[in-house]
């Protein structure tokens, strides 16, 4: 079963970029806390958004992306439902489905920690353990911030998160503050916890 080590490895190989690198993590640690939430394996859940984009910087489009990089991970001994769920995550291109609670989590979990990353990151202290859901509901208001986010699209995957694993429960500005918390708690991992002196 793909771990959250063996997953960093695949994108500490493939992918440079330190952005990109941290949107994984933060991906990673936003579908833990959700496995925590829902009684599943937090460990698998995790691997499963640090993989999501490891092929992002070989190949940066969506002809290409996540289908390629299903190749290669079947090529280093992935599991096939591993592969499925990050499959998933790009229906258009790839045909695959959303079908299981991971799979709705992981698209939820996706683009709405650019916001959050991209908020932090204006903060004068850099620091996301500072910041009030009351703050990223401005930013999230205000389209030209973090314009890459599709407003629309995360509320169209957060109510079928919410639909498929909380019985329609899950409201948007739930679902974005537990994403936030998530990052909170790892906020020193994620490098998002002040800058350096
Ligand atoms: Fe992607
Ligand atoms: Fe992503």
Redo the contacts with the bound molecule.
Sequence with gaps: MLTPEKAWDLVCEHVQDEGLRR??QC?GVAMGHYAKILGEDEKYWEAIGIV??FD?EIHPNLNEHPMKGAVILRDRGVDEEAIRTVLS?FTEGSGVERETPIDFALLAC??I??LLVAGTLVRPSGDIREMKIKSVKKKWKDRRFAAGVDRDHVMEVTTDFSNACFEGKLDLWEHIGNVMQAMQDRAEELKLAGREA
């Design positions: 949107h994984m991906v999501h984009d992002w995550h996706d683009e920690t650019g």
